[in-house]
T-cell receptor
């Protein structure tokens, strides 16, 4: 089974703090994705990465950055957290062998106060 | 811009009744289509997918979906729902048919009542 782990299930941070959300996969998958999920808005893509040290902006990259120094780890960084970044953050990876679907981690619910 | 529309934000049904959750997409090229389910406080789990071949796709937990290219739709159905099917359901489209980058609908919350 594909396993995607996110560092925290719940996180509370203050406005202006630098926040790191980590995603780790236990397989050798190239493609990793970060989404945020908000009620009534579905999932929106923040950033994705096709390989180590490679990153591409998604639909809502403003206020976020990412880091991928090792293949199994993809970090989402909030340089200066704001209250409008309170959300559920989901990490996903794609399968191998032409499966195309994405596999998701359990999510991190971030609250910025 | 490519988009995915889930026509109902909430669908209440009684247990053992049939249900259909609707999904339409806009794309002029070949697409891959997916339905995901999210139970409370969990990540998303794949229900089924359409890549090619038969337009009727069967998935887990008794769900099935039909790809209709002319209507650009991919509606999800189950003939008899259970209380445990209460969850949020997301339709997703790989708009470039193999890019592995998905566009998601806004979700449909299915509530199954006893």
């Amino acid at each position: 089974d594909v396993k995607v782990t996110q560092s925290s299930r719940y996180l509370v941070k203050r406005t202006g703090e630098k926040v790191f959300l980590e995603c780790v996969q236990d397989m050798d998958h190239e493609n990793m994705f970060w989404y945020r999920q908000d009620p009534g808005l579905g999932l929106r893509l923040i950033y994705f990465s096709y390989d180590v040290k490679m990153k591409e902006k998604g639909d809502i990259p403003e206020g976020y950055s990412v880091s991928r120094e090792k293949k199994e780890r993809f970090s989402l960084i909030l340089e200066s957290a704001s209250t409008n970044q309170t959300s559920m953050y989901l990490c996903a990876i794609t399968g191998t062998g032409g499966q195309y679907e994405q596999y998701f981690g359990p999510g991190t619910r971030l609250t910025v106060t | 811009a490519q988009s995915v529309t889930q026509l109902d934000s909430q669908v209440p049904v009684f247990e053992e009744a049939p249900v259909e959750l609707r999904c339409n997409y806009s794309s002029s090229v070949s697409v891959y289509l997916f339905w995901y389910v999210q139970y409370p406080n969990q990540g998303l789990q794949l229900l089924l997918k359409y890549l090619s071949g038969s337009t009727l796709v069967k998935g887990i937990n008794g769900f099935e979906a039909e790809f209709n290219k002319s209507q650009t739709s991919f509606h999800l159905r189950k003939p008899s729902v259970h209380i445990s099917d209460t969850a949020e359901y997301f339709c997703a489209v790989d708009i470039q048919g193999g890019s592995e980058k998905l566009v998601f609908g806004k979700g449909t919350k299915l509530t199954v009542n006893p």
